[in-house]
C-alpha cells in the first residue's frame, strides 16, 4: 500500500446528485492532488493543494469542487455531473509540491455517472 | 504543446526476455521524468525518476530507464520479464522551470507478459 486511501472505491450517481470522494493520506506529506483518469487517455490534473492551499486549478468545471481541511485530507464536490465524468479519480501526495518530487497515489475512485 | 508519448498501446513479451516500454517527450528544458506502474484496480505506483546525473536509472523490481537528451526519450527497461509484470506504465514528465506543478502524463502503454 501507498499510504494514501480513497473512499468509497466505486460510485454511481445520477446527475441531480451531490456527492464527495474523500482522500486521507498517511505520509505526513504537504501536497495532495486530484487526477482524472480515463479509458485511453492520459492522467488529468485537476487541481493541486500545497500546504492547504489551492495552487492550480486546471480548467476543470466548477461542477468540480476540492476542499482541503487539513494538510492529510482531501475532498472533491460532485454535483450535477455528466455522463462523460465518468473515470476513475486518483488522488495522490507528494512532501512538497516541489517538481522533482514522487507523487504517491490512491487506489483511485471509480465514478460511474448514469 | 508540451506533451508526452508512449508510441505502442501494448507490448508483448514472453516471461525471460527483455522488455522495453518507450517513451518520448516534448517539452523545453531539461525536465524531471518518471515511469508509475498501475496494477488493475489499484493507483499507480512510483517506479523509478531521473533528476540529473547517471542518464541510466535504476528503479524497483529491477526496472531501469535511460534518459537520452538528445532523442527526448527515457525508454523504460528489464533485462529479464516476469509475468507479474504484466501491468499499465505510465511516463510521465515534468518541467522544471515553469514555476507550475503539472506532470504531464503519457496515455500508458500495456506490458503483457506471456509464461
Known amino acids: 500500500e501507498t499510504g494514501v486511501t480513497q473512499t468509497p472505491r466505486h460510485l454511481v450517481m445520477g446527475m441531480t446528485n451531490k456527492k464527495s470522494l474523500k482522500c486521507e493520506q498517511h505520509?505526513?506529506?504537504?501536497?495532495m492532488y486530484w487526477y482524472k483518469q480515463s479509458a485511453k487517455k492520459p492522467l488529468e490534473l485537476m487541481f493541486v493543494y500545497s500546504l492547504e492551499e489551492r495552487v492550480e486549478n486546471n480548467s476543470v468545471p466548477s461542477r468540480f469542487s476540492p476542499e482541503c481541511p487539513n494538510s492529510s485530507h482531501l475532498f472533491l464536490h460532485l454535483h450535477t455531473l455528466q455522463p462523460e465524468d465518468s473515470a476513475l479519480y486518483l488522488c495522490?501526495?507528494?512532501?512538497?509540491?516541489?517538481?522533482?518530487?514522487?507523487?504517491?497515489f490512491g487506489p483511485g475512485t471509480r465514478l460511474l455517472v448514469l | 504543446a508540451q506533451s508526452v508519448a508512449q508510441p505502442e498501446d501494448q507490448v508483448n513479451v514472453a516471461e525471460g526476455n527483455p522488455l522495453t516500454v518507450k517513451c518520448t517527450y516534448s517539452?523545453?528544458?531539461?525536465?524531471?521524468l518518471f515511469w508509475y506502474v498501475q496494477y488493475p484496480n489499484r493507483g499507480l505506483q512510483f517506479l523509478l525518476k531521473y533528476i540529473t546525473g547517471d542518464n541510466l536509472v535504476k528503479g524497483s523490481y529491477g526496472f531501469e530507464a535511460e534518459f537520452n537528451k538528445s532523442q527526448t526519450s527515457f525508454h523504460l527497461k528489464k533485462p529479464s520479464a516476469l509475468v507479474s509484470d504484466s501491468a499499465l506504465y505510465f511516463c510521465?514528465?515534468?518541467?522544471?522551470?515553469?514555476?507550475?506543478?503539472?506532470?504531464?502524463f503519457g496515455a500508458g502503454t500495456r506490458l503483457f507478459v506471456k509464461a
Open positions: 510521465a514528465v515534468r518541467p522544471r522551470d515553469t514555476g507550475g506543478f503539472k506532470t504531464i
Open positions: 495522490a501526495s507528494s512532501q512538497d509540491a516541489a517538481v522533482q518530487e514522487t507523487q504517491y
Open positions: 517539452v523545453s528544458g531539461n525536465p524531471y
Open positions: 505520509l505526513g506529506h504537504n501536497a
